[in-house]
T-cell receptor
Framework: GDSVTQMEGPVTLSEEAFLTINCTYTATGYPSLFWYVQYPGEGLQLLLKATKADDKGSNKGFEATYRKETTSFHLEKGSVQVSDSAVYFCALRMAGGGNKLTFGTGTQLKVEL | GAVVSQHPSRVICKSGTSVKIECRSLDFQATTMFWYRQFPKQSLMLMATSNEGSKATYEQGVEKDKFLINHASLTLSTLTVTSAHPEDSSFYIC?????????????FGPGTRLTVL
């Protein structure tokens, strides 16, 4: 079946460091890919998405590029802030899948001063 | 933006009792809501799709008689864990679907932590 694998956390970085959170997927077709962020005490929020190969999603300084050849959708940010501390979830959705999202396990990011 | 609330945020109950969790869309109507379950260090697992005015659609392996879902209005879906046991302890998350142009987006609630003693 479809699945998403992302790096285990927690990831601890100093402020202004470069961030990469790896995400790879397994799917029978060509899914749409998503990154969600969950701040403490809040629900998951859509951070960015990409719907086809080579698309780049971006938001709030975060970016991820849909790489079909490596089945990856790694999340990057050039300079993290303390306020970016959260749990980040990679997810996929197949076309015609009734809006069903398949999530990775989540990666906790801690940014320190 | 679209806000989804859940109540309660935490609940502790005794084994054998039933627990109801509410999911509300606060500033929009949602014909479709989803219920997820999350175990520690694991991904969110879709349990069921809740459709307003009709029966919920359960994922394979989810007991519909144990996890009762009622979507009685366009802003409220409830999940009742019946005869709860310690293995039902988990983090339950709901989401509501909103149409954004040609795309459906899900907005998530903050989750409910259930602990069964």
């Amino acid at each position: 079946g479809d699945s998403v694998t992302q790096m285990e956390g927690p990831v601890t970085l100093s402020e202004e460091a470069f961030l990469t959170i790896n995400c790879t997927y397994t799917a029978t077709g060509y899914p749409s890919l998503f990154w969600y962020v969950q701040y403490p005490g809040e629900g998951l929020q859509l951070l960015l998405k990409a719907t086809k190969a080579d698309d780049k999603g971006s938001n709030k300084g975060f970016e991820a590029t849909y790489r079909k050849e490596t089945t990856s959708f790694h999340l990057e940010k050039g300079s993290v802030q303390v306020s970016d501390s959260a749990v980040y979830f990679c997810a996929l959705r197949m076309a015609g899948g009734g809006n069903k999202l398949t999530f990775g396990t989540g990666t906790q990011l801690k940014v320190e001063l | 933006g679209a806000v989804v609330s859940q109540h309660p945020s935490r609940v502790i109950c005794k084994s054998g009792t039933s627990v109801k969790i509410e999911c509300r869309s606060l500033d929009f109507q949602a014909t479709t809501m989803f219920w997820y379950r999350q175990f520690p260090k694991q991904s969110l697992m879709l349990m069921a799709t809740s459709n307003e005015g009709s029966k919920a659609t359960y994922e394979q392996g989810v007991e519909k008689d144990k996890f009762l879902i009622n979507h009685a209005s366009l802003t409220l879906s409830t999940l009742t864990v019946t005869s709860a046991h310690p293995e039902d302890s988990s983090f339950y998350i709901c989401s509501a679907r909103v149409r954004r142009g040609s795309y459906n987006e899900q907005f998530f609630g903050p989750g409910t932590r259930l602990t069964v003693l």
